[in-house]
Structure formats: C-alpha cells, structure tokens
C-alpha cells in the first residue's frame, strides 16, 4: 500500500515523469510585444512554497480514523497534506507559490475499498471532522479546497488506492471501476479486453474516474462517446447516512433519476466509490485534419451545421482568431507565418481553424462520416489543410496545461474558464465575455489576449472555452484574476449562459449558482444534503 502514497506537491499540471514544456525563445518574443509582458518580478518557483501550519486532528479522531484504514494510511506530514491543498486551477498554483492564504488539510486518509470509505465519513461524522474528497486533484474552481467550513479540523479524503478494476461485460458493454482509477490506467486496462471509455478530456493525464462523475466532465471526443454522465450506468456512494446503489439498467421510468443527481454532486452528497461505466470497441482507425473558416461567425455557422445536420466528428473544435494566432506564433515560428502567408492567397483575413477528428472501427465507416461533415462545410468555403495540422493537435492534445506551467513561469497570468449558450445568443456570449475579461486585465502596460474555442457542439448550442494571456500583475495576482474571473460570471449570467459546461461548480461559480437553478433549485440541493450529510461534514463550501 505504501508505495502508492503520493507525495508530489501540486505545483504544476505536468505529471511526474512526463515532459515538461518550454517556451521557444521566438515564442517568448512575441508574447512580450504583444501583451506587454515584462520581465518576471515575481517570484513563482518551489522555492516560495506556501509554510505548512501543524496539523489541528486532535488525537482521537487520528486514532479512530487509523482503526479504519491502518496507520500508514492516514498522512499527517507536510508533504502530504500539500500535496493535497487545492487543485490546479492558477489561483491554485500560485498560493502553493505563496501568494494569499491556502488552505491545507489536518490529515491524508487513504482507504482501502468502498467499505473503509462508508467507514470513515461515519467516523468523519461522529468526530466532527470536515472531509474532503480527492481523486487526481484537477480541480480548477476549487472544488478540492481543504475548507474546514464550521468543523475544527479537515481531512482529505484521498481515494488512490480504489484502484482496480472489478470487472467487464463484453456482452453488454460494460465495465466496473472503483473510483480511484485515473483515466490513463482506465484506458489500459480496458484496452486489454478490446474496449475503451472514449472520455479524453485535458486533464485525462491525472484526473480519475470517480473525479469525472463527481463533477460532469466532458472530454475532448465527447461528440462521439458521449459526456461522462452518459457512460456512468450505475454507482455506488457512500455517504454519513449510509450507502446508496443506483442505477443498473439501460433505461428506467422508476420516478426521478437519483443517479444523475449524484453525478456532479461534486462531493457534497457522498463520495462515489465505484462506477459501472458503459464502454465500446476501441477504434482501430483514426483520422485526424485541420480546416481553416474565414471568420469567426463563418466558423460558428460551420458547427452549427455540422451539429444540426448530425455529422459532427467525434472531435470538433474551432478556435477563434486569437487562439488561432497564439496556436501558431508558440508552436509554430516560421511554420506559423508560412501558414499564414499561404492563407492570405486563399482569400483568408481571419483564418479560424477547426480541428475534426474521427475514431472508427472500420474504414468504411471513416469514409462516410468524413464525407457527409465535409459535404455539410462545403458551403462555408474550407481550406482544408489535412491530416498534419490534424494530428499534431491530436499529438499535442494534453499539452495546455503544461505549457501554462511554462507560461506562468515567464510572468504570465494565464487561466481558463467556460460556459455554454444557444446558437442564438452564443456570438453575444463571446463577445460579452471577451470584454469583461479584456476590461478587467488591461492596464497601461497589458495587453490580454482573450482566446475563445467551441470545445462541444450540440443541436441547440454549443460551449465557449477561452483563455487568457496577460502580465501578471507584481503584487496580488491572485486577486487579479479573482477580478476578472468575476467579471466574466457576471457576464455569463446577464447573457444567459449556463456557469459551467463542464469544470463543475466549486467555490468558484457557487456565488452565480442561483442565477442558473432558482433559489428554490439551491434550496432542493440543501435539502438533499441534510438527508445524507446531516452535519455537514461533506466538502465544505462547495456546490450549496
């Protein structure tokens, strides 16, 4: 058990053992000319890792939790308990670099099986103890925050070791999990009976199973495979009150569906242990391209159509001009301007690429799912660049959040955020966004760059994912962020976006909930609390 007691502190998205990235000095250059980004002032290494109090667990309850799980599984050194403070979010990232306050557990508790997991939130219970639970910690609106919220002391919940998979139906396409499985090891072991989960969203490299369910992920191919929730055919929660089993069947009429209320329940309700999750035939043939729009409302319509019409690849995804242009000047030099130049005599002013990827079983059915897609764009006047520009992004697919380790390095402040609307009011949402977020990280001296993608299509409307470029600022950052983020939800609001498509809720987007669900929502989700978390031990300051 013990070798699999993570220690790593959760100072970069960049998993252990894998590839850092860099920022080529070309890249480097032109993100100074054109956000204004200075030398760095601040600094954000190891180095000025946050100080780590004395743990608060008081002795009883560190005994009656150790009889649960054994000794050595419950973690009362610094390393960690910081290696479990917050998630990875930038405002994340840079408290672990101390700036402003960040919130470290008491105590690790690493449980065995689903058993010692009811187990402990009993003894969470009857010691009064806050209990926050942890998959792969990439939590990006601090769903993972160690907030003691009334209690004395907070555990971290830590589900590393529900590690297995249980079992696989070849004859009814499905597979049991327990909770703890990150995706990367789902993937393999699924991959030795012939199946996969299709679920590739960017924190893949880390995340787990039961984070995805927890928090109504959707992954890159989600057009294909579906989002997380509609895999999940039945689970397990453990929660203060008892254990709940729900689902099991393919479809029920049994009265409202209590399994999709836990899916996204974000902790709050119990603790997911284990998930029957409906798998299919990995793809044998893959082909992925770029195509090239001219303009961003061009563009839009193209997805628009191709989500209407029911051809969407398993990956669709348009970028806007920014990112397009910050996609080639960082990966690119050169490449990027040739590409560029090569464009311009294509009658391209405002070239917006669209990435589609296929993931098929045969090449038959490759060949006629790419060509009703490319008939259903032929209208939008495409430059089709194929399959390079395709596959390295299907290469590069996981590399965002590494590059933003290397971004922050170099001074930048750089963050994401996403919401969803209907086709009808989605140009509005960008463009509302876009401004809030712009005024709100302009200076004198900055220039933000606001990228935007459609990272899913759906026949009524589509998500909007943007990213920020700009100079962090020398002193507050952290609230120089919490600023604009909060401009942006407020802009999300106004123009009838939903809060989140997918990174959850959090204590982030908890203030925007009621704009999104009634009072009258929040007030059914408090009520469902008091009946499995009565004292309100569960995830502190998340969700409700």
């Not at 989500?307 to 397009?324: H, I, P």
């Not at 993608?453 to 609230?479: C, I, K, M, N, Q």
Request: proline share 6%; hydrophobic share 45%.
């Amino acid at each position: 058990m013990t070798e699999r007691i993570d220690h790593t502190l959760r100072t970069s998205w960049t998993p252990e053992g894998a590839n850092a990235a860099h920022l080529p000095p070309h890249a480097l250059r032109w993100l100074r000319s054109r956000i204004g980004l200075a030398e760095v002032t601040t600094p954000v290494g190891p180095g000025s890792l946050h100080p780590v109090a004395d743990s608060a667990l008081p002795p009883a309850a560190l005994a009656a939790l150790a009889e649960v799980v054994g000794p050595a599984a419950v973690l009362t050194d610094r390393e960690a308990r910081l290696g479990r403070a917050g998630g990875l979010s930038y405002v994340d990232l840079m408290r672990h670099r101390g700036c402003g306050e960040l919130a470290v557990p008491d105590a690790v508790v690493l449980p065995a099986d689903p058993e010692q997991v009811q187990r402990v939130l009993e003894v969470c219970a009857a010691q009064d103890l806050a209990v926050v639970p942890f998959g792969g910690g990439t939590s990006v609106v601090g769903g993972v925050n160690a907030l003691r919220g009334t209690k004395a002391s907070v555990v971290t919940l830590d589900l590393a070791r529900l590690d297995k998979l249980v079992s696989v139906d070849p004859v009814s396409h499905t597979a049991v999990f327990q909770a703890g499985v990150r995706a990367p090891e789902a993937e393999r072991l699924l991959a030795a009976h012939g199946f996969t989960l299709g679920h590739f969203p960017q924190s893949f490299e880390r995340a787990t199973l039961g984070g995805f369910a927890a928090t109504r992920s959707a992954g890159q191919a989600s057009a294909g495979y579906g989002r997380f929730e509609d895999m999940v055919h039945a689970l397990r929660l453990a929660t203060p009150a008892g254990e709940l089993t729900l689902g099991g069947v393919p479809a029920s009429a049994a009265g409202p569906d209590l399994k999709r209320l836990v899916i996204g329940s974000e902790g709050v309700f119990g603790v997911i242990t284990e998930l029957t999750l409906r798998v299919r035939p990995a793809a044998t043939f893959h082909h992925y391209e770029g195509v090239v729009v001219d303009g961003w409302e061009r563009g839009a319509a193209a997805v628009r159509a191709l989500a209407q019409q029911r051809v969407l690849a398993d990956v669709t995804r348009l970028s806007d001009m920014d990112e397009t242009e910050v996609s080639l000047e960082l990966a690119g030099g050169w490449k990027g301007r040739a590409l560029r130049a090569y464009l311009r005599t294509r009658g391209v002013v405002a070239p917006c690429l669209l990435i589609l990827g296929w993931e098929t079983g045969s090449p038959r059915e490759l060949a006629n799912r790419r060509r009703a897609a490319l008939h259903a764009l032929k209208e939008f006047n495409p430059v089709r660049l194929g399959r390079p520009l395709g596959e390295a992004w299907r290469k590069g697919r996981y590399g965002g959040p590494r590059q933003r380790d290397a971004l922050l390095e170099a001074g930048v402040c750089v963050e994401t955020l996403e919401t969803a609307g209907d086709w009808a009011g989605l140009a509005a949402l960008r463009t509302a966004v876009r401004g809030a977020l712009t005024d709100s990280l302009s200076t004198a001296r900055a220039r933000p760059v606001v990228m935007c993608h459609v990272s899913h299509a759906y026949e009524t409307g589509a998500s909007l994912y943007f990213t920020v470029l700009a100079p962090r600022a020398d002193t507050a950052p952290v609230e120089q962020w919490q600023r604009a983020k909060a401009a942006a939800c407020e802009a999300i609001v106004n123009h009838a976006g939903t809060i989140t498509h997918h990174h959850a809720v959090g204590v982030d987007h908890a203030p925007w909930l009621a704009a999104e669900v009634g009072e009258l929502g929040i007030e059914v989700l408090r009520a469902v609390k008091a009946r499995l978390d009565p004292t309100g031990v569960l995830n502190p300051g998340k969700l409700v």
